[in-house]
Nanobody
Framework: QVQFVESGGGLVQPGGSLRLSCTVSGKPFSIYTMAWYRQAPGQQREWVAQ???????DYRDFVKGRFTISRENAKNTMYLQMNSLRPDDTAVYYC????????WGQGTQVTVSS
């Protein structure tokens, strides 16, 4: 059974940066397109960014130019570098496959506030 472990969240001031990590176990990682998702309080979970096995990336408009997704296939790990954070980036961030959804991990809380 696949397991996702997200980490790296925290409290940051507007304009600050965080780097999230996601480690995947129990299922192949390197051959699949992976994605980051987030869920803000009272809102539905939404797709944020994705990265193919070969490293091609795609982003939602609201994070383009601020967030960078990357992966280390040898470590079964994916990252999300978040810069110029805004209060509306506050959410629990999750990772999962991009083409289908497995059971969610616990996520990592990102809070952007002064």
């Amino acid at each position: 059974q696949v397991q996702f472990v997200e980490s790296g969240g925290g409290l940051v001031q507007p304009g600050g940066s965080l780097r999230l990590s996601c480690t995947v176990s129990g299922k192949p990682f390197s051959i699949y397109t992976m994605a980051w998702y987030r869920q803000a309080p009272g809102q539905q979970r939404e797709w944020v960014a994705q990265i193919t096995s070969g490293g091609s990336t795609d982003y939602r408009d609201f994070v383009k130019g601020r967030f960078t997704i990357s992966r280390e296939n040898a470590k079964n790990t994916m990252y999300l570098q978040m810069n110029s954070l805004r209060p509306d980036d506050t959410a629990v961030y999750y990772c999962n496959y991009a083409r289908w959804i497995e059971a969610w991990g616990q996520g990592t809380q990102v809070t952007v506030s002064s």
